[in-house]
């Protein structure tokens, strides 16, 4: 299958996009190209937003309208739309990252109830999403999963964090919405995934609503996941899993290398892409008991999973398994893959302009640091841009 070009076709891919935004995009992932520019941006950027300078008109009209959705739900319902038309589901994203106090952290989890009940009424918005420092001090987790003892404050604030993880697992279960629970740094996540694995035992017993993220970056997660499965299978409940590749691969091997242990990162983008289709094939091979929601921008792990599909007989209306991109980004997989009639979705970040900057400038230096990913976007909305003057 690999040998076919399911994804080229372009006038699928941006048939969302007028002229000007082809153009926009185009102009975007230029920038993104150059390292260099991605860095001064960034940090003039920052820059600009502590000091409350204008910027946020500059920055609405070309990256935020770009990779969000809007800066409110209601922003985000003619996205919404349109996507549904073209045969693409919306997760919608509150992604404002960064905060410190117990209101916010309420205010956060409040808001993802809000969007789960929301989305109870709309075909196209089939998952809830949330990250777990959205809910909670970052420190927290870490010394949760450090095993350290907590203060009585602290202990507090643990409490806080896991009754937030309950309230949105609740509302996705009364609602029937899958709610995807994001990964974090791996000095953080052991105590993340005791509150997926506690949730998932919760509410995942007739069929899997609360999803946990696989980061198939790090070489343990395979074996992570068969030990889950066991204890599944023993507990009588089923498991959900989003796999993504991973997004902190830079300050995980300099965390290790500073603090002498061996890092959890494979070795190479090869032992990743290897170890990401091994999870993926182990999960294919057991949906019954674990559902698959595949959180990739690579062309060659979408192929293998349409193969495998083929094979496995699994139906591509089959809802226990779901491939996602995120949106502003890799339009060629999500559309095509929406065309063939496959069960995909975008991730729509949203939020005010200023708390989701850190998210779009985590999602430009990304880019910059993944190989070929900006140029096949380039290649493609060139071959548009020129296909539009034909």
């Not at 604030?157 to 919405?177: G, H, L, T």
Request: hydrophobic content about 35%.
């Amino acid at each position: 299958m690999s040998t076919k070009n399911y994804f080229d076709n372009t006038e699928v891919a941006f048939k969302l996009k007028s002229d000007s935004e082809l153009e926009r995009a185009y102009f975007l992932f230029k920038m993104i190209s150059k390292e260099p520019l991605v860095k001064v941006g960034t940090t003039m950027t920052k820059f600009a937003l502590n000091l409350n300078l204008p910027v946020e008109g500059l920055i609405r009209s070309t990256v935020f309208d770009h990779f969000c959705g809007g800066v409110n739900e209601k922003d985000c319902m003619p996205t919404v739309d349109k996507l549904y038309d073209a045969g693409v589901y919306s997760v919608l994203d509150f992604s404002v990252e960064g905060k410190e106090e117990e209101a916010q952290f309420d205010a956060t989890a409040e808001k993802v109830v809000e969007l789960t009940h929301f989305a109870q009424n709309k075909k196209s918005m089939p998952f809830s999403v949330f990250k777990p420092t959205g809910f909670g001090k970052f420190e927290i987790f870490q010394k949760k999963t450090e095993k350290k003892p907590l203060s009585q404050a602290e202990e507090q604030q643990w409490q806080q964090i896991v009754r937030r993880f309950d309230s949105v697992s609740k509302a996705a279960y009364d609602c029937n919405i899958s709610l995807l629970i994001d990964s974090e740094q791996s000095w953080m996540q052991d105590a993340a995934d005791f509150l997926c694995e506690e949730m998932m035992a919760k509410y995942n017993r007739e069929k899997a609503v609360v999803f946990n993220t696989l980061q198939c970056y790090r070489w343990d997660r395979l074996d992570y996941l068969k030990k889950e499965h066991e204890k599944a299978k023993a507990g009588g409940y089923k498991l959900g899993y989003k796999i993504v590749r991973g997004a902190y691969l830079e300050k995980e091997n300099e965390r290790a290398l500073e603090k002498g242990y061996p890092t959890p990162i494979c070795g190479s983008k090869k032992e990743t892409d290897d170890n990401f289709d091994e999870v993926m094939r182990y999960i294919m091979s057991n949906l019954d008991d674990i559902s698959l929601f595949v959180g990739t921008h690579n062309e060659m792990s979408t192929y293998l999973a349409m193969e495998l599909m083929d094979e496995m007989k699994i139906d591509k209306e089959d809802c226990r398994m779901w491939f996602g991109q995120l949106y502003g980004m890799s339009d060629h997989i999500t559309f095509n893959l929406g065309e063939m009639g496959y069960k995909v979705g975008k991730y729509i970040p949203f939020g005010p302009v200023k708390d989701v900057m850190p998210y779009l400038i985590r999602r430009a230096e990304e880019n910059t640091s993944v190989a070929g990913q900006t140029s096949r976007e380039l290649s493609l909305l060139k071959k548009e841009r020129q296909r539009r003057k034909m």
